[in-house]
């Protein structure tokens, strides 16, 4: 009897013996990443038959419990790999946001400077201090357009730098994983129990994964975890590790993009492959945010270099030269034609340059130009050749070449052709038309040496005949595209009416010309005469040059048109000049600078308010799985503290029972002495 008592009672100091040391053991890991709680599970030992019944013989310990669900460690893995990825993005587009939307580092300041600057010039024209004072603010906007780049740059520079980072943390910690996973399988190939502190650290891995990149784990037949990205791309199986890289694509040497190294080499994978987590979030960021940033900004000294020096040409220096004559400096402001990058992997030799388009003119007479926020891919296929636009894959295709770039550059804004070599099929070259403009923008070198050659004047002049003797008038005139030093004959255009017929009679006969008189426009041959009506009035379009008639003329009454001799005085090109502030240049004549810069600053700031509330969102969403799985799994220290006090008074007990025993049994030895 005795011996049994001690049986018992030792199985049952043995079971509060396990019972106290796993409550010391959650205790002593309630702060510690991961850790799941843990119970002993007690059972019965079998009972003895006896002629009386069952006889126990006390209890044992048969496992140690992992307190733990799949489903609430998976709900919180998804949770933190939005939570990572919309983390990473806001980090990042802050800084844009801030940088847009400083009033003293943006770029609307200097806008509006360099335009005080031009309308200084059309208000004095003839004064060199004007004109120095109007080019000072213009290479003072270049250099904010210039420092705007540069801190794009560094941002993208960030980008590459924080995905080789993030994708060496992923790479070990997917190393740890297939560690572990060996530990776990020898582990439990050697005892029935699970290695539950191992099991822990291994879903740790796993979240700690998921805030990099959105993983999902699959438990194998031998208890190893596989581990999955995208849409089913290994990156952990059993004790092997699928390594990831960071390198330059091969369709734009300039970016960093990720791949993964198989046998045959690395391989680059799509953007949409890498979900969830801080890799995520940063390629997101820089394929929504910084390119549309940096090719809005390039856009906008694009279309203001284009749109200005195409103003600027249509003028009269101080000097009196006109686009054609002398030193006359056609561009205020130079740009940089489109950048074109070669595919790494083309088989071909081919070459493809780009060039931007001169500024289209709207109705109303005003330049614009058709360049996107938007990068391109050209690429050649078996039936000819396609230009993609990247931002929403619109797609332009054709046999040709050439025709194509006709086709694009009617709406976008840039031609491309055929430098050298030949394009093989498969072959691909990415086109980006204003990501450098920023940094390349610059003043004209010509005309920032010498003030003078700023073209403030119009280059023509127009006068009523002194012995006219109606009250017909001519406008002061204006030049359009195709203006030239020839547009005007030496002695002028004469413009004579004669009321026998109501017409009037251009000479010399130099070249065909229209006329619009009350909304029709109707062209003529050089020489002809016109059909004038007091009514309308007419608008004649000759040699790229524009001026009115207006009012009631008698016969032989005549107006002429003669080069600006002497125009030192005249602002009016200037003041055209100052116009294009306010004009809708950008986006297909749908905005002004200003307005253009104001929708990024906009749509950025937008966009930075959307992914903090979502972020918000997210991490309640995160909190809210957390808090649920440490219901189940987190360590109470209340809870844990009674236990303590529980599986003591069970150690005194059985202690006690034994010590019965002990004393039954020397009871025992006494009487057989």
Same mark, same amino acid.
């Given at each position: 009897?005795? @011996? +049994?008592?001690?049986?018992? +009672? ?8 396990? +019972? ?51 489903? $609430?460690?998976?709900? &919180? ?20 946001? %801030? ?21 200084? &010039? *059309? ?54 994983? @297939? ?29 700690? /994964? ?27 199986? +059993? ?9 330059? @694509? ?29 890799? *995520? ?61 070669? %595919?790494?992997? %083309? ?8 060039? $931007? ?37 619109? !797609?332009?295709?054709?046999? *040709? ?46 005309? @920032? ?9 119009? #280059?023509?002049?127009? =006068? ?20 030239? !030093? =020839? ?10 009416? !004669? ?8 000479? #010399? ?126 360590? %109470? /220290? ?14 005194? =007990? ?20």
């Amino acid at each position: 009897m005795s @011996a +049994g008592l001690i049986s018992v +009672g030792t199985t049952g100091i043995r079971a509060a013996q396990l +019972g106290l040391m796993t409550a010391e053991h959650n205790i002593t890991n309630a702060n510690t990443p991961g850790f799941s709680r843990q119970r002993i599970i007690q059972t019965t030992n079998a009972p003895v038959g006896t002629g009386a019944g069952f006889v126990g013989q006390g209890t044992n310990v048969s496992s140690i419990e992992r307190l733990y669900s799949r489903t $609430l460690v998976n709900q &919180v893995n998804t949770a933190q790999a939005s939570v990572g990825s919309l983390e990473q993005y806001y980090t990042q587009i802050k800084q844009i946001d %801030n940088l847009l939307a400083d009033a003293n580092s943006g770029l609307s300041p200097a806008l509006q400077d360099f335009f005080r600057g031009v309308q200084s &010039v *059309s208000s004095n024209p003839s004064m060199l201090a004007a004109r120095q004072s109007m080019i000072s603010s213009a290479e003072a906007l270049v250099a904010r357009f210039q420092s705007m780049e540069v801190r794009m740059n560094e941002l993208y520079e960030g980008v590459g730098v924080e995905l080789k980072s993030t994708v060496d943390n992923i790479n070990a910690y997917a190393q740890q994983v @297939a560690e572990l996973n060996q530990r776990i399988v020898l582990a439990q190939a050697s005892s029935p129990s699970l290695p539950n502190d191992l099991l822990d650290q291994r879903d740790q891995l796993v979240n700690e /994964l998921n805030n990099l990149i959105g993983v999902t784990a699959r438990v194998d037949s031998d208890g190893s975890y596989n581990i999955f990205y995208g849409n089913g791309q290994q990156l952990v199986i +059993g004790n092997q590790v699928s390594e990831l890289v960071v390198q330059a @694509a091969s369709s734009d040497i300039t970016r960093m993009v990720v791949g993964v190294r198989t046998p045959g080499g690395v391989q680059e994978l799509p953007e949409s492959m890498l979900t969830g987590g801080s890799l *995520s979030g940063l390629l997101s960021f820089r394929r929504e945010t910084l390119d549309r940033s940096t090719n809005d900004i390039g856009r906008i000294a694009a279309t203001l270099a284009l749109t200005f020096n195409a103003q600027n040409e249509l003028g009269q220096d101080l000097l009196g030269q006109v686009v054609g004559e002398g030193s006359f400096a056609s561009d205020f402001f130079t740009v940089s034609d489109p950048q074109v990058i070669a %595919n790494t992997l %083309n088989t071909g030799t081919g070459a493809v340059g780009a060039s $931007l388009m001169t500024p289209s003119v709207s109705s109303s007479g005003e330049f614009y130009t058709n360049l996107s926020n938007s990068d391109y891919r050209l690429t050649r296929t078996a039936a000819g050749y396609t230009m993609t636009r990247l931002t929403d894959n619109q !797609a332009w295709s054709d046999p *040709s070449l050439a025709t194509l770039s006709t086709t694009v550059s009617a709406s976008e804004g840039f031609d491309f052709s055929l430098v050298s070599g030949a394009i093989n099929v498969g072959d691909s070259f990415t086109l980006m038309p204003t990501k450098f403009a920023a940094r390349n923008i610059a003043v004209g070198a010509t005309v @920032a040496s010498d003030p003078r050659l700023i073209a403030a004047a119009m #280059p023509l002049r127009t =006068a009523s005949d002194a012995v006219n003797s109606g009250n017909a008038q001519i406008s002061a005139g204006a030049t359009q595209v195709g203006f030239s !030093a =020839a547009s005007i004959p030496v002695g002028g255009l004469t413009i004579t009416y !004669a009321s026998g017929s109501g017409e009037f009679t251009i000479a #010399p006969a130099s070249a065909g010309f229209s006329v619009t008189a009350g909304g029709t426009t109707t062209a003529y041959a050089a020489g002809a005469p016109f059909a004038y009506s007091a009514s309308t009035g007419a608008t004649i379009t000759l040699a790229g040059m524009n001026f009115s008639i207006s009012g009631t003329p008698n016969n032989g009454d005549a107006f002429t048109v003669t080069r600006n001799q002497s125009g030192v005085s005249d602002g009016r090109n200037a003041l055209a000049l100052g116009k294009l502030q306010t004009q809708n240049t950008v986006a297909g004549g749908t905005a002004n600078y200003q307005v253009a810069y104001a929708r990024l600053v906009s749509d950025v700031g937008n966009k930075t308010r959307e992914i903090q509330v979502t972020g918000q969102a997210q991490s309640s969403l995160l909190k809210q799985a957390q808090n649920a799985r440490d219901s189940l799994s987190g360590v %109470n /220290l209340d809870e844990e503290a009674a236990n303590l006090l529980r599986y003591q008074q069970a150690y005194q =007990a059985s202690a006690k029972a034994l010590d019965i025993g002990n004393k039954l049994f020397d009871v025992i030895l006494a009487l057989r002495s």
